[in-house]
């Protein structure tokens, strides 16, 4: 066989190797369009260490906060990506825009592996989903959805009735019950948790492979191993992903058979039987989404409240005299739409999203075709954005005393408990629901829904913390959903 020319020999691909990353550093440290944003130089030069953070530590949303506190608002986190805390992005990035400018879309990269619904359909597909699936959330759907809140509520309680005084996981209990409220939203019936002490399959997937799909984007940097990594996949895995896709075309199917009456459900609200609304492919994929969005999210914020009540027992004190003052006959006084009720329930959840949102890092968004600006920075097509929420909500100039749970913040000045200290704080910049034409369309269901559950439970029961407890915040990982250890807790019912 002939010798190869000379310029294939292995050192010279060596040193092209070198010369190209090393000049491809060069270029976007001092050349590169977003070379005059601040950030450290090991993020810009390469994609791997930021999707490394991102996918991988579980902690991307601490060192992108130390990164804002040392940088500023606008930082560098990628070649061609920017985290903007909220006081400046929320309406740049993800704000309506008039109508001849073109929406950032959501970055497809984001979502690997995901089959397409609401979350993830690019802009005029998803403009078409929200208008049917939006119907679900209007005040009249929440009113007629209310029983079944009621009835998941009074299977929670009745459960915690039985294990009085003995130390429960609250944050698998919450669990189960906002998965079976949702699910029989969703599917038309509950995945039985509360009933049968268990979590469901269904949702065990979910959980199980949270770090999983995360960890795959990461792999999307490496196309070779990522083939490679499919292939290596358990075959347990796959084989639950794909029951867990049949079990819901499966629940979709019955429940569309089933005529439930007055017991309105999503699927009430959003299904067309005349063909003109969704598919009933893109019913059950939303259906799966809608169970997953308003579950997990609730029950991440319930466990949280709680462990943050367990440690400034003077709030614990003051939320349970709320809510016991207010609500002094039967059970049956607390309802889902009560809210105004109880202002100091309503301002620790708030505080709760700012301290310990759902979602916690930036959902990123791409910039169009025609580039763009944020503030004096020109944005080439393509640029990522994203709104640290971790960072922005925790950040020294938007709050005082921002690592502290002070729900007093979030009264309004004439209640008794107002504190005039908070009074500077930036409230605006708390988006934990996001912003914009893709913003949560179950936030004022999952206000209605938080604030009912904590008034009925904190009127049933006194809960203690244990040792095992402590520091779960600090315990928890986050890779774009929570993953939360158990939060032991005793209870003790209240006659
Ligand atoms: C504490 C409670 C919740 C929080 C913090 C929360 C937060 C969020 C956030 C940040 C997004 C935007 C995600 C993105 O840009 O990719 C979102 C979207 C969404 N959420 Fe929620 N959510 C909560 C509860 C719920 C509930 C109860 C439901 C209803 C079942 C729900 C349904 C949705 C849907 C359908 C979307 C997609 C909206 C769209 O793309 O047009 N969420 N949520």
Known sequence: M??????????????????????RSVYRLFLHPLSKAPGPWYLAISTIPGTYYICISGRYNQLNRRLHEHYGPIVRVGPNKLSVRGEIGWQAIYGHKPREAEEWSKW???????????TTAPTAEHRRLRREIIRAFS???IQEQQSIFHHYANLLIQRWRERDQTVIDLAKWFN????DTFGDLAFGEPFGSLQGGESHPWVNLIFDSIKINKMSGFLEEFPLIKRLAILLTPPDLKRRATEHFELSEQKIRQRLTRDRGDRKDFVSYIWKSDGTGLTQQELERNASTLIVA???TTATTLSALISYLLRNPDKYDRIAHEIRSTYKGGDEEVTLLDAANVPYVHACIEETLRLFPAVPIGAPRQVGASGGFIEQYRLPPKTLLEVPQWATHRASVNFRDPDDF??????????????????????????????????CLGRTLAYHEMRFILSLILKNFDFEPTPEGANWVERCEHYFFWVKPPLPVKLRGLK
């Not at 020319?5 to 010279?12: C, G, M, Q, R």
């Not at 497809?108 to 609401?118: K, Q, S």
């Open 2 to 23: 002939a010798d190869l020319p000379a310029v294939f020999s292995i050192a010279n691909i060596a040193f092209l190797t070198v010369f190209y990353y090393l000049a």
């Open 108 to 118: 497809p990269a984001f979502f690997v592996n995901i089959p397409p619904d609401i």
């Open 139 to 141: 005040d009249k759907a």
């Open 176 to 179: 189960f019950f906002t998965f």
């Open 294 to 296: 308003g579950s997990e």
């Open 406 to 439: 002070i729900p007093e913040r979030w009264l309004p000045a004439s209640h008794a408990w107002y504190d005039e200290k908070y009074a500077n704080d930036n409230r605006g910049v708390v988006q934990s629901f996001s912003y914009g034409p893709r913003a």
